[in-house]
């Protein structure tokens, strides 16, 4: 089992930036993927971002260019930097770690970013 918490969303202007963070614990070990997810109302979960345990990065197209993922393994924290943020950006992100062993995904309980003047 993994345990996932998130933490650092809140509410920012247009233009502004945030920094997620989500810490694992549990069966750290057996994780292959961590990711970012986030889940506008009315609408599907969609991809942020992901980091492979080889350091390995993928982001979704809203992303590309504005947020960078990173882990510290020391810490057993993913982390999302978030700059240029837009009203768009508004949504619940989610922490996500994927194990290849069982192909079980975890979450993590979601934080709220808002994204407004």
């Known amino acids: 089992q993994v345990q996932l918490v998130e933490s650092g969303g809140g509410l920012v202007q247009p233009g502004g930036s945030l920094k997620l963070a989500c810490v694992a614990s549990?069966?750290?070990?057996?994780?292959?993927?961590m990711g970012w997810y986030r889940q506008a109302p009315g609408k599907q979960r969609e991809l942020v971002a992901l980091i492979t345990s080889g350091g390995f990065t993928n982001y979704g197209d809203s992303a590309k260019g504005r947020f960078t993922i990173s882990r510290d393994d020391a810490k057993n924290t993913v982390y999302l930097q978030m700059n240029s943020l837009i009203p768009k950006d508004t949504a619940v992100y989610y922490c996500?770690?994927?194990?290849?062993?069982?192909?079980?995904?975890?979450w993590g309980q979601g934080t709220q970013v808002t994204v407004s003047s």
């Open positions: 549990g069966s750290i070990f057996s994780i292959s993927n």
């Open positions: 996500n770690a994927f194990v290849a062993r069982t192909r079980n995904n975890y």
